[in-house]
Structures are given as C-alpha cells and as structure tokens.
C-alpha cells in the first residue's frame, strides 16, 4: 500500500472517489446525446484501482516529509 498513515489512507480513498465522480460528470457532460452511465463491475473495480493508486503515487510524489 505504502502509505501506512490510517487518516491519509482514508484521505487518499476520499480524494480518489471525489476526482472520479468529477471525471464522469464530465464525461457526460461531454457526451449529451448518451443517456445512460452503464460500466461493467470488471471495468469499475479496476478502474476505482487505478484511481487509488493514481492518488497515493501522486501524494507520495509530492509530499514533502
């Protein structure tokens, strides 16, 4: 995991979740004409993952200790 802080693990979870609501209400925004926000619960987990891991490799980049 690499972070072993409990708070900022929730912390990283709550930015995570908050970015990818962000980036799917603009990309309905973007795509008006498809009225239905259909993503396979394969393509969901591993999308949720990699949003996780975007977020802790940034924090841990940018951090400063």
């Known amino acids: 995991m690499g972070l072993v802080d409990e708070e900022e693990e929730k912390r990283v979870l709550e930015v995570a979740n908050k970015a990818q609501q962000a980036f799917w209400e603009e990309v309905a925004t973007l795509y008006p004409e498809i009225d239905s926000g259909d993503f396979s619960p394969g393509n969901t987990i591993m999308f949720d993952e990699q949003c996780i891991y975007a977020v802790r490799e ?4 940018n951090k400063k200790e």
């Open 58 to 61: 940034w924090v841990r980049g």
